[in-house]
């Protein structure tokens, strides 16, 4: 069995701006100094210790920016954790990556089944019918749907039964997509376009095109 488990927002999904640059904004709006990378890296750690969808958040956690502070080393002052909290950080502008479509195109041509694994809202599913990409998809797996949230490995185990077997993960966030991935016991591929890990040295690649080389590979082709 060849399946390819494929994350969507990072992977084959641009959301602009991205998650961690508007938090990086609010956050200097309160008169502190971050940058993009150290709030990426705080946010994800942060998010990797989730495991199930908030009910009020339509599939997703609810940030604790008192978590991402620490994580980021300064202090959690609660006014600015309320502050931080309550404005919005998901945008509603998306487009597609441009390595999104010959990515899948040329998976589809080695007769790969592709799976979407997705932590995500509801919005999900306008967000795969407005970018053309259920004709790729062989399922679709979301947090919105199952009530679970990777790293947790139990949303793999409905993409292994979406699938009919078992195959690669790949996905953009080493502690969500790759820890979870690997918890569930299958394969996985961190692409990291930004450089934003620059320590992890096996099984990264900095595009879906690089991908496909290592995914041919793993896969035997």
């Known amino acids: 069995m060849k399946v390819v488990f494929v994350d969507m927002g990072d992977t084959l999904v641009k959301f602009v701006p991205r998650m961690h640059e508007s938090i990086a904004v609010a956050i200097r709006d309160q008169g502190m100094e971050v940058s993009e990378m150290e709030v990426f890296r705080a946010l994800v750690r942060h998010m990797g210790k989730v495991n199930f969808p908030h009910p009020e958040h339509d599939g997703l956690s609810q940030l604790d920016f008192a978590d991402i502070l620490y994580e980021m080393g300064k202090p959690a002052d609660p006014e600015l954790v309320k502050k931080l909290s309550s404005r919005n950080y998901l945008s509603d502008h998306f487009e597609l990556y441009e390595d999104a479509i010959p990515f899948l195109k040329e998976l589809k041509s080695l007769n790969v089944k592709i799976v979407l694994v997705t932590n ?13 990409l259920y004709p790729y998809l062989d399922g679709v797996i979301a947090s919105c749907d199952v009530g679970l949230m990777k790293p947790n490995p139990k949303i793999f185990y409905h993409a292994i039964k979406e699938a009919g077997g078992e195959g690669i993960h790949i996905g953009d966030v080493y502690e969500i997509d790759y820890v979870g991935a690997k918890r569930a016991y299958l394969d996985a591929i961190l692409l990291d376009r930004f450089g934003f890990y620059p320590e992890i040295k096996e099984n990264k690649v900095s595009s879906l095109y690089q991908a496909l080389d290592l995914i041919k590979e793993k896969l035997k082709y």
């Open 120 to 132: 995500t809202t509801k919005k999900v599913h306008t967000i795969l019918k407005t970018l053309n």
